[in-house]
């Protein structure tokens, strides 16, 4: 059977970390399931060159802990991989965003990935999408740890296990997907489809600082105090969500699981799943669930922001701390943004409210607005 564990830590203590890691090992049974002599792959998430205190990455500490305890069990040949969000990789060296965020110490424990060739794979599912194109260093490992931060997102609501992994797809090609996709049902599918063509063995969630409010990197930080792990990447998405009162449908990649079967029903859940959140988790703008609130209030909720999603349209506004660092216009899918007069400009028109410019934001320069969509 499978299993969802949850696993209180109220810091990011190394020994501490050390002893938790250990545990979810163990009720997983990782030793038996890492074939000998196997390459490892860690997959954080590295979506921007930011401090581990925003809460924005993975916390190197958390990865530290994972790369330990393999070293524990025998595994030698270990590889951190990500490939961070939009046009960062045309700013800024991979050696420099690993200095940035604080990674570049765990080089003691393992190799820190900084090439990003690719190959197309074959789709697991590929019902809408054939192939993808997946950077080597995660389409060549044995075995693939993913760890997320966990945090909420703008566009998918929250953003976990599954959406993690599309950091597998190198830098630009990300935008493109956005482009291809621009509903939140579409895009969250071919997200599904990406998880199950990379085939994570191994999920274990940093949820000890998360984010809240307007995530994926520009939210507020929140201690919550706690980790999750399980084999089965897409129950664990779904058990996180239940844990933390959040409706389903507010979380396509979820729905999209579901649709697809993807969701052992009977999991079994282990650990300290006496936990409740003491207040909320706050959600995005434009998502306005509550933890704890009854299912038909939720359902309401839920249906009133579907609707309207049909005439409305999330864009950006920058605010005074634009930098003009130029991110976001070399990021947009839809070349929606561009320069003039010292300021960044949008054409509403071209908008699909897809705000990958506010994910590689570094100054929380963008604030999200809404507008009436207009035929194309």
Not at 111 to 134: P, Q, R, Y
């Amino acid at each position: 059977m499978d299993k969802c564990v949850v696993l209180k830590a109220e810091s990011y203590d190394d020994s501490l970390l050390f002893d938790i890691v250990r545990r979810h090992f163990e009720q997983h049974d990782i030793k038996s399931k890492i074939p000998s002599g196997a390459r490892v792959l860690l997959k954080p998430n590295l979506v921007v060159d930011k401090d581990a205190a925003f809460s924005v990455t993975t916390n190197p500490h958390f990865v530290y802990a994972v790369a330990r305890n393999l070293k524990e069990i025998g595994v030698e040949d270990i590889t951190v991989a990500d490939c961070p969000g939009g046009a960062l990789l045309l700013f800024s060296e991979m050696e420099a965003v690993y200095q940035k965020t604080g990674y570049s110490f765990l080089s003691e424990y393992a190799k820190l990935n900084t090439e990003f060739d690719s190959s197309d794979v074959l789709s697991a599912d590929g019902s809408v999408n054939k192939s993808f194109n997946i950077i080597n260093a995660i389409k060549d490992a044995d075995y693939i740890i993913n760890i997320p931060k966990l945090k909420t997102h703008n566009m998918t609501c929250i953003t976990a296990g599954v959406k993690n992994l599309f950091g597998s797809i190198p830098g630009l090609q990300k935008p493109a997907f956005h482009a291809k996709y621009p509903a939140v049902k579409d895009f969250s599918n071919m997200l599904v489809e990406l998880a199950q063509t990379v085939g994570a063995d191994f999920t274990i969630i940093d949820a000890i600082d998360i984010m809240e409010g307007d995530g994926p990197t520009n939210g507020k930080k929140r201690h919550l105090g706690l980790t999750f792990s399980s084999c089965d990447v897409f129950s664990l998405d779904a058990f996180i969500i239940d844990l933390l009162g959040i409706p389903e449908d507010f979380v396509a990649t979820v729905s999209a699981s579901k649709q697809k079967n993807l969701i052992n029903k009977g999991y079994e859940v282990i650990g300290d799943i006496d936990f409740r959140p003491e207040k909320p988790i706050l959600l995005p703008s434009g998502f306005s669930a509550k933890s704890g609130i009854g299912k038909l209030t939720a359902k309401a909720k839920t249906t009133a922001e579907k609707l309207s999603s049909y005439v409305l349209i999330k864009y950006p506004k920058m605010n005074e701390r634009c930098v003009l660092c130029k991110k976001c216009v070399v990021t947009c899918p839809k070349k929606a943004l561009s320069v003039k007069e010292e300021s960044i400009v949008l054409d509403k028109k071209k908008c699909i409210g897809c705000l990958c410019c506010d994910e590689v934001c570094p100054n929380a320069a963008v604030d999200i607005r809404k507008k009436i969509k207009t035929k194309k």
